[in-house]
């Protein structure tokens, strides 16, 4: 799979366990991001990446921690997670932005999650 | 903050007929409002984007139009087609130095045959 690709694709845990997700982008970009999609909510825009330097955090709760060791990798881990964190998880990337200037987001296919 | 509002939240047509998305916006300093779609089970994909120096684009049957001054952008589907049928979202976002997205909640499209 080429693009932006997400693992796992599916993710159950209970709420006291850890675990990452993992975005990789091939497409040569520069900003890395992490959205949460959930049932009847807009995408909620949760972590943004430039050059491997967060430059948003958007009011998320610190049981999600991203982390971004270069350009290409986007990583984000959860510990003790709650019911209602149950969603989609979608990574995207693209240029980062200029100073007059807007780019493509590009999506990966997402992580299911499901906290119990 | 940005706020987007989006409707209609669902929307059935006949194959063949055209359909029309509307979403508004509260910051007049967006500059750029892409379109997505959605269809079930894959990622959202950029279908037509427009920034604020233009009041239309097309492309093939999809075209979108936007109105600064009374700050909303519709998305304009003609001769739709059952693979059509997905959620499209709406965003705007400005230039902060990143870019941040701001999408709307959805809007269902059914085609049917």
């Known amino acids: 799979e080429t693009g932006v690709t997400q693992t796992p694709r599916h993710l159950v845990m209970g709420m006291t366990n850890k675990k990452s997700l993992k975005c990789e982008q091939h497409?040569?970009?520069?900003?890395m991001y992490w959205y949460k999609q959930s049932a009847k909510k807009p995408l909620e825009l949760m972590f943004v990446?430039?050059?491997?330097?967060?430059?948003e955090n958007n009011s998320v709760p610190s049981r999600f921690s991203p982390e971004c060791p270069n350009s290409s990798h986007l990583f984000l881990h959860l510990h003790t997670l709650q019911p209602e964190d149950s969603a989609l998880y979608l990574c995207?990337?693209?240029?980062?932005?200029?100073?007059?200037?807007?780019?493509?987001?590009?999506f990966g296919p997402g992580t299911r999650l499901l906290v119990l | 903050g940005e706020n987007v509002e989006q409707h209609p939240s669902t929307l059935s047509v006949q194959e063949g007929d055209s359909a029309v998305i509307k979403c508004t916006y509260s910051d007049s300093a967006s500059n750029y409002f892409p379109w997505y779609k959605q269809e079930l089970g894959k990622r959202p994909q950029l279908i037509i984007d427009i920034r604020s120096n233009v009041g239309e684009k097309k492309d093939q049957r999809i075209a979108v139009t936007l109105n600064k001054t009374a700050k909303h952008f519709s998305l304009h589907i003609t001769e739709t087609q059952p693979e059509d049928s997905a959620v499209y979202f709406c965003a705007a976002s400005m230039n902060t130095g990143f870019q941040k997205l701001v999408f709307g909640t959805g809007t269902r499209l059914l085609v049917s045959p």
């Open positions: 497409l040569g970009h520069n900003a």
């Open positions: 995207a990337s693209s240029q980062a932005p200029g100073r007059t200037t807007q780019e493509t987001q590009y």
């Open positions: 990446y430039n050059f491997k330097e967060q430059t």
